[in-house]
């Protein structure tokens, strides 16, 4: 595709960020070996994973039977991914060395035709192929390309490469447009774009030509899978209709975002991922019309997505309620694979901007500042009393939980946050993009010319940022600043001289000129406290403001302002103030008048006429990331205004 632009390689990007350099670090030296322990049953308490253990049954190295997930395997090739991401920021010659052991495991696993898969090789060897609407073969099988290509990318080792090659080979052969093959796809995209991934690391044709047949297959009519006896979950429930697995109707004509959250993102990614390499515009133009229904009706103000815990899906527009939201950690994950594509497809800063508020909100949030717990959902208002009668779902909790039996989401988590450098810029011949404000060191070619650049900032607790500019030699180029959507005002420098209202391309400051060594820009965000409504047609925010400042969204906590959080309501032209705490690892709150009900006259009365009054209450709140990591309580992100 012409013009396209290019994220830079994890090797040539160092995070030195006040703010991520820590969790980065803390992943590599604590949560990365916490979560092995996990898929290897060592965790005292924790459900089991079972993980590591089926794959030594499917390789002969112990007896028993398969137990977990039928997609067990893609949190093990998750793993492998992020500890591979780790490698490069944190050496470590004994996580490899794991690493190591663990492919040759999996190498052990695979079968002779090439098949690789715990569940069928153990479970059910004769139920190959036979239940693309739940069996998640090829997803897991998406799962590993990833994890071969990233261990390839860190250490140059291509064992558990060409494994995964010979895997999708088999797959190949066996799925396709041929007459001698099966027509069909996976129930849960993943392998579309982990195939691109796997077509870049190799230069092999056909693996791109097979996600585009995954691509073009998808929701072709009759749909294959209702067909299948596990279509529907095995009922005639009509949120698990074809819709659930975005089969409802050939992807290129799909109106709207619907089915399983999870699904419905890695799928979009797939699909700009194969537009990156083909230029397809009927591709390019759902994928504008799929994000516009997203961010724009089905979103929450955190960055989550997908309302509804049963499906796991989206239910229609601006249906987003806040004590029974889903959100689940990987639909947020997933967002963000989106919208750094859809980046790359074209610099808008209204991706950029939702995959900064989801990385920093509805993903930071489902993992605890320790590493060691996550949260599978993330509601955005918590009353634990109604919570623990109100959910059957043992993975639906107000409290962070050590794992899960379905662990898809403490993995990926890790995933994203060990390759967040991938996303902070993008290029292509002339111009440098700056999409993520965090502390950093990189260095790429512009024009032919090799060029360092340093960005140094406090984001997102300060407005400031400083970026200085080492060319090996003078030279021609562009480097373009988003300016987010939140930012009403912005002052920026250029060696010390102001710039007065430069122009702004799709939410990008474009400076182009002659770069010497020592050019410095310095930008300032500002961020003052907002206050922010929703679209009158999410019912559930009617006349309630959320408080954010910056890209970070605030949420009430029953720990700093007592119980009943329902009760709490903002005045008209209420004053909030910013101050910096050391608490929760370092972070700025939110301190303000607000209004409570006067109860201490209103007896034994449930109901009684409207009237009484109301008296002052000092709130403080906090980063919405950050909720749950003192004491358990009440929380809410939305509030009531007076």
């Known amino acids: 595709m012409k013009n396209r632009l290019h994220t830079i390689p994890l090797k040539a990007v160092t995070v030195r960020d006040h703010f991520w350099t820590e969790r980065i670090a803390l992943l590599a030296r604590e949560v990365i070996p916490y979560q092995w322990d996990a898929l290897n049953d060592n965790i005292a308490g924790a459900e089991p994973s079972h993980a590591v253990e089926n794959l030594r049954i499917a390789a002969g190295k112990s007896d028993g039977r398969f137990q977990g997930m039928v997609f067990q395997d893609s949190d093990v090739a998750k793993w492998i991914e992020a500890a591979s991401y780790s490698l490069i920021a944190h050496p470590n010659p004994g996580l490899e060395a794991v690493i190591d052991e663990l492919v040759e495991l999996i190498a052990a696993a695979q079968q002779s035709d090439g098949y690789l898969n715990t569940y069928y090789t153990v479970a059910e060897p004769d139920q190959r192929w036979k239940n693309f609407s739940f069996g998640h073969e090829l997803y897991s099988a ?88 596990a279509f529907g979950n095995g009922t005639p429930d009509p949120w698990f209709a074809a819709d659930y697995h975005q089969a409802h109707a050939p992807v290129r004509e799909q109106q709207a975002a619907d089915g399983h959250a999870v699904r419905a993102m890695y799928l979009y990614a797939g699909m700009a991922d194969l537009a990156l390499e083909t230029g397809d515009p009927g591709l390019i133009a759902a ?75 509805g993903v930071l949030s489902g993992i605890s500042l320790d590493g060691r717990k996550y949260f599978y959902v993330n509601p955005l208002e918590v009353q634990p009393e109604a919570a623990a009668r109100r959910y059957d779902l043992r993975h639906v909790r107000p409290e962070r939980q050590q794992w899960f039996g379905c662990a898809c989401c403490p993995p990926n988590i890790a995933r994203l946050v060990t390759s967040l450098g991938q996303y902070l810029y993008s290029l292509d011949d002339q111009t440098l993009y700056v999409h993520l404000y965090v502390g950093s060191q990189i260095r790429v070619a512009l024009n032919g010319t090799p060029v360092g650049l340093e960005l140094r900032t406090r984001y997102p607790w300060e407005e400031q940022a400083v970026l200085e500019v080492e060319p090996e030699q003078p030279a021609e180029f562009a480097i373009a600043l988003r300016i987010p959507g939140w930012c009403r005002h912005f002052e920026i420098r250029l060696n010390g001289q102001p710039l007065e209202n430069p122009p702004l391309e799709k939410g990008y400051l474009k400076l182009s000129r002659r770069w010497t060594r020592g050019d410095r820009i310095e930008l300032r965000l500002a961020m003052p406290v907002e206050l922010i409504r929703a679209h009158p047609r999410v019912r559930e925010d009617a006349g309630k403001v959320a408080i954010q400042r910056g890209p970070i969204v605030y949420c009430l906590e029953e720990v700093d302002n007592g119980g009943r959080l329902w009760d709490v309501a903002l005045p008209e032209g209420a004053q909030l103030s910013c101050e910096f705490s050391e608490e929760l690892g370092g972070m700025v709150a939110i301190t303000g008048q607000a209004l409570r009900s006067d109860t201490e006259h209103w007896g034994e009365a449930l109901y009684r006429p409207a009237g009484g009054g109301s008296q002052a209450a000092p709130i403080r709140a906090v980063p919405y990331c950050l909720w749950g990591n003192r004491r358990p309580g009440e929380m809410t992100v939305w509030i009531a205004q007076k």
């Not at 558990?160 to 129930?187: N, T």
């Open 142 to 229: 998406g799962h590993l390309a990833e994890a071969a290509v990233a261990y390839y990318q860190a250490t140059g080792k291509r064992k558990l490469l060409d494994r995964v090659c010979r895997a999708i080979d088999y797959i190949d052969s066996v799925i396709g447009p041929e007459a001698s093959k099966l027509k069909a796809y996976c129930g849960h995209p993943e392998i579309e774009l982990a195939l691109v991934k796997l077509y870049r690391a190799t230069g092999e044709q056909r693996y791109l030509r097979l996600c585009q047949y995954f691509v073009d297959e998808r929701g072709q009519q009759p749909c294959f899978l209702e067909a299948e006896p």
């Open 287 to 361: 994928l504008r019309r799929l994000w516009e229904n997203v961010t724009g009706r089905r979103m929450y103000i955190t960055g989550a997505i997908g309302s509804q815990a049963h499906g796991e899906r989206f239910t229609f527009d601006y249906d987003l309620p806040n004590d029974t939201a889903y959100a689940e950690t990987c639909a947020a994950i997933g967002l963000i694979f989106w919208a750094g594509r859809m980046l790359l497809l074209e610099p808008d800063r209204r991706y950029a901007d939702v995959l900064e508020r989801a990385l920093y909100n």
